[in-house]
């Protein structure tokens, strides 16, 4: 059986301080989880939390990867820079990169090609704004960001990781009902075993305000595989519950 993965997102939080004893407190209690776990770090931090995580089970994330293989992009950070790091996976498309950085699904697409092409495995963001939900366009507009990507990376998209976070659930304690992510995740599903015959052991993860209330039940959906958690990722304790859920 597929294990779930369960990846925190720091966003722009955190300090030399503050991580390290994150990060203490969580591998203290960590044991020999059930599920894959990984932590998203600004990337100015990648090098302290190598050093913190070597020899953990923790996987260590970046948040982004520029879409360029590098040169004169100042304030990029490329894919190879980050494999000095030894990071396993990298975020692209985050809705916040999408809505503050007016990163285009082309751009996510080729940012997903970078990370591959040096080892590492995106996690591909697509979802949905409240406008978009209300006006019935969340299967259209999850497909269109997914098929951008699918048709960058044609038989390599069976390497990659979805998750699945509707914009209007991100950061505002609103959740996706299990019923209203699984009906979004077997959409997704459906799309990439159109396109892979490999599709089934892609990782679909929910994101947004999953917590150590709510994590069972979105986990307990048969295509989710797993979860991207913001808020929930700096606190330890709930992050650990999480990751006990992910059974
Ligand atoms: C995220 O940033 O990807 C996220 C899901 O945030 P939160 O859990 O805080 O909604």
Not at 216 to 233: E, F, N, R, W
């Amino acid at each position: 059986m597929k294990k779930k993965l369960i990846a925190g997102n720091w966003k722009m939080n955190g300090s030399l301080a503050a991580n390290e004893r994150l990060l203490r407190a969580i591998l203290a209690e960590l044991g020999q989880p059930a599920c894959q776990v990984a932590v998203a770090v600004p990337s100015a931090y990648l090098a302290q939390c190598q050093a913190l995580l070597a020899g953990s089970v923790i996987d260590l994330a970046a948040q982004d990867v520029s879409a360029q293989e590098g040169g004169a992009f100042t304030g990029e950070i490329s894919a190879v820079m980050l494999k000095d790091f030894a990071v396993r996976y990298a975020i692209v498309g985050h809705s916040e990169r999408r809505q503050y950085h007016g990163e285009s699904d082309e751009t996510v697409a080729l940012k997903a090609q970078r990370a591959l092409s040096s080892g590492i495995t995106p996690i591909v963001c697509v979802g949905e704004t409240l406008a978009e939900r209300e006006a019935g366009r969340t299967d259209e507009v999850v497909k269109r960001q997914l098929a951008a990507v699918i048709h960058a990376n044609g038989h390599c998209v069976s390497e990659i990781v979805v998750a699945y976070e509707p914009v209007w659930a991100i950061g505002t304690g609103k959740t996706a009902s299990p019923e209203q992510a699984q009906q979004v995740h077997a959409v997704l599903r459906a799309q990439l075993k159109a396109a892979s015959s490999s599709a089934d052991r892609i990782k679909l993860l929910y994101g947004g305000s999953m917590n150590a209330t709510n994590a069972a039940s979105l986990l307990a959906q048969p295509d989710i595989d797993g979860g991207l958690i913001g808020g929930a990722a700096l606190k330890a304790p709930d992050f650990l519950t999480i990751i006990a859920t992910a059974a």
